[in-house]
């Protein structure tokens, strides 16, 4: 069983950035692969970026070039920072760990984007 622990979600002026972290519980954290999820009021959980133990990253069309995933794989920690933010990035930001068996979630942190 692996805890992830998101942080970092606040309230942010349009235009702003902000920095998510989740801190994973385990010791083969490289063999997972992290990543970011959002879901917003009304819609279905999306991707927005993931990236494997060895830095393979795929991002979702809708924040390319804005936002960046990252991992210290000695802190066992995934970031996501966003920059240039947008009213409809407003989301509950998950964090995920996944191999080819097995998955987990974090609880979640609220992004609000207010212009």
């Known amino acids: 069983q692996v805890q992830l622990e998101e942080s970092g979600g606040a309230l942010v002026q349009t235009g702003g950035s902000l920095r998510l972290s989740c801190v994973a519980s385990t010791t083969f954290f490289t063999y997972y692969k992290m990543g970011w999820y959002r879901q917003a009021p009304g819609k279905e959980r999306e991707l927005v970026a993931t990236?494997?133990?060895?830095?393979?990253?795929t991002y979702a069309d809708s924040i390319k070039g804005r936002f960046s995933i990252s991992r210290d794989n000695s802190k066992n920690t995934v970031y996501l920072q966003m920059d240039s933010l947008k009213s409809e990035d407003t989301a509950v930001y998950y964090c995920?760990?996944?191999?080819?068996?097995?998955?987990?979630w974090g609880q979640g942190t609220q992004v609000t984007v207010s212009s």
């Open positions: 990236m494997t133990g060895t830095g393979a990253t």
């Open positions: 995920n760990a996944r191999t080819l068996s097995s998955t987990y």
